[in-house]
């Protein structure tokens, strides 16, 4: 067990809340709410939420087996923890699955929206893409365009990627992965949907690298086979559905997986 799922209940309910609108498009509230822990702020959030009926989304869960996916790839991310907690909003408790993390950012150091940055320091037409390789992040980039067609990352906007920036120590660095609950199949509520769900369909997605499809920007890595330090197998799967067994369901867990495992395949196979 990695510890990453929490099922004993805890109260959570002295938390607030506050409104966080999907930036990609989708419908519906994601919230979010912060506290600080033996002098560490703890980031927390919601999946999808719904003022009649609670949350009805599984966002947070989608975080912690992409997490796990990239533990295994050895890529940098921001790490999770999956909570079953009591929650209160507007004075109604709700029993869910949040998911929790602690600040990325080292001390000294300030972040700023990749989009942001670019508008700031690039060439004249320079694309996103180019921009990166000029400041030396086109592994990390790279690395990047292959996790989002994989889980099929809908939301990697240019806010949803960071600049780090400690100016006393002269450093910048690009951000830890994170962010990625609008992916796999956030948008099944039923598990008559997940059955359903078309797994291998190229859905338009909010891309600040590339365009729309993460199929057609995995043009931009061809040939690069070394982005991950571990291949996937099928024996994987274990590995990353790990205490999940009573969070999600088991068609959710099995159409995840082979999700994964066949778009893995592809860029495999590109």
Not at 43 to 59: A, T
Not at 210 to 215: A, I, V
Request: a negative charge; glycine letters at 6%; proline letters at 2%.
């Amino acid at each position: 067990m990695d510890g990453k799922v929490r099922k004993e209940r805890q109260d959570l309910t002295y938390l607030k809340w506050s409104h966080i609108r999907s930036s990609s498009g989708t419908a519906g509230t994601f919230l979010k709410s912060e506290s600080s822990v033996g002098g560490d702020k703890i980031y927390y959030k919601l999946s999808n939420f719904d003022p009649v009926y609670g949350v009805i989304g599984h966002e947070c869960i989608n975080e912690i087996i992409v997490d796990r996916l990239l533990t295994h790839f050895e890529v940098d991310h921001l790490s999770y923890e999956l909570i079953n907690a009591d929650i209160e909003i507007e004075g109604r408790i709700f029993q869910t699955w949040l998911c929790a993390s602690r600040d990325f950012k080292k001390h000294g150091e300030s972040k700023a929206a990749l989009d942001d940055y670019y508008r700031v320091n690039a060439l004249k037409g320079e694309s996103h893409y180019d921009f990166c390789v000029r400041q030396g992040w086109k592994d990390y980039i790279d690395t990047m365009i292959a996790v989002d067609y994989i889980i099929l990352n809908r939301d990697r906007h240019g806010a949803n990627i960071e600049v780090l920036r400690n100016a006393p120590a002269h450093s910048l660095r690009i951000a830890p992965l994170f962010d990625h609950g609008i992916s796999l199949m956030y948008s099944c509520t039923s598990e008559e949907e997940a059955k359903n769900y078309n797994i291998m369909e190229d859905k338009r997605c909010n891309n600040f690298i590339g365009g729309y499809s993460c199929f057609e920007n995995l043009e931009l890595i061809k040939n690069r086979k070394d982005l991950f330090a571990h291949p996937l197998v099928p024996e994987d799967k274990r590995l990353l559905f790990e205490d999940l067994d009573g969070v999600l369901a088991p068609v959710f867990i099995d159409r995840i997986w082979e999700m994964i495992y066949r778009r893995y395949q592809i860029y495999e196979n590109l």
